[in-house]
């Protein structure tokens, strides 16, 4: 009988086993070509191969990993799995009669789980329900989690209880539990720790990129006038003629400068963004500071006071990101001392708002008392920069 079997599935056997995960990114391709029939072959050989149930309408992130190649997983069509999550053996991920249900960011309802990035399901725990667990928590075996987790929490039991919290002292004691990040160097590893244990408030900047009424920041961030150094044009117009391919005549300096404006400005229309995104912006950003610096560095990160308002606000969400050290202290002694040199009046709010990101990021109340008092001095103004400070110190 089992020569009978061996003969069936002949040199397919020799084969390494495609994991769960694999299986569903192949499927996700042919949807995405429209071939229905090979995606729902797809999901059957996820089932043949693993005993697992995991439909092709869970969304998945990126580098998402299975324990033992996914044996005995099963998964609500309506759950989503963050970037870099661990789900073990034996997991489920399904609904729960009465339970709560949550809504996504396209407002849709699901009566199903969300696992965030980097999350630890270790095997046999059932998470069920419209829950949460949060970015990089530990979720232990065989637990029964029926509420939401915290991100950076550790929890175990039936139900499940919260026993215990990661954060950067303890961070790399718990590192070779997340597979996704093992080859991770260990300050990266600290960093992103502290980037999904940030002060959410801060994520507020997301919308100050944007126009906001009939005042628009977004066109006057477009128009970047450039330090005085030879071969270099006065100002570039981001809305015109900027692409990469049109600057590749320019001096190299000049390109790893404007690098570095267009990433760093990229957080603030991105600042949920995943944490490696946010350091590839990192990297750019210190390889021009490092490499490439114009004469005059601080000059070089500020032109008028309006800018240097704006630029304080985007290296305070680097800060808040979990980029933590000596070179980003430089980068944000240097935007204070700016902030603080000379405050143009109709300049105030402005000034507020920087110092309140500043002041959230770090951790420093001086700043954000002082951008309350801005606050209550401007008390009635109905102005875009009063609205973004209000919603910062809120």
């Not at 998945?60 to 989503?80: A, E, N, R």
Request: aromatic share 8%.
């Amino acid at each position: 009988m089992i020569d009978a079997w061996l003969r069936i599935f002949g040199e397919a056997l020799d084969a390494p086993v495609p994991d769960a995960y694999r299986i569903w990114q192949q499927a996700q391709k042919y949807l995405a070509e429209g071939n229905q029939g090979s995606a729902d072959r797809c999901e059957r050989l996820t089932y043949v191969l693993h005993n697992s149930h995991i439909p092709n309408a869970v969304r998945m992130g990126p580098d998402v990993k299975f324990g033992y190649g996914g044996i005995g997983v099963v998964i609500h069509p309506s759950s989503d799995i963050g970037r870099g999550a661990t789900i073990g053996a034996n997991v489920t991920l399904g609904g729960r009669t009465g339970a709560k249900r949550r809504i996504t960011s396209d407002g849709q309802f699901k009566f199903a789980p969300l696992i965030e990035d980097y999350a630890y399901i270790a095997t046999g725990a059932k998470i069920l329900g419209g829950i949460t667990v949060g970015a990089m928590s530990i979720i232990g075996a065989n637990a029964v989690v029926i509420d939401d987790i915290p991100p950076l929490s550790v929890a175990a039991g039936v139900p499940a209880k919260i026993i215990g919290k990661i954060t950067p002292e303890n961070a790399l004691s718990k590192k070779s539990t997340y597979l996704s990040a093992r080859a991770m160097p260990g300050d990266d590893f600290v960093a992103m720790v502290r980037y999904y244990g940030r002060d959410r408030s801060i994520d507020c900047l997301v919308d100050w990129g944007r126009p906001v009424g009939t005042h628009s920041y977004k066109l006057r961030r477009n128009i970047i006038q450039c330090p005085e150094e030879p071969g270099w044009p006065k100002a570039v117009d981001l809305n015109k003629e900027f692409t990469w391919k049109s600057i590749n005549a320019w001096p190299q300096a000049l390109q790893k400068w404007l690098h570095s404006l267009v990433t760093l400005r990229a957080l603030l229309n991105h600042s949920s963004r995943a944490f490696h995104d946010v350091k590839s912006s990192v990297q750019i950003l210190r390889a021009w500071r490092e490499e490439n610096s114009p004469t005059d560095s601080a000059s070089a990160l500020a032109w008028d006071y309006e800018t240097t308002a704006i630029r304080a606000e985007q290296v305070a969400a680097i800060w808040a990101f979990g980029f933590q050290d000596k070179w980003m202290e430089t980068v944000i002694r240097e935007h204070v001392e700016r902030i603080n040199a000379s405050v143009p009046s109709n300049m105030r709010l402005k000034r507020g708002t920087a110092l309140a990101a500043l002041g959230k990021a770090t951790g420093d109340e001086s700043m954000i008392a002082e951008a309350q008092q801005a606050l209550s001095e401007a008390r009635g103004d109905d102005t875009p920069a009063y609205f973004r400070l209000a919603a910062l110190v809120a």
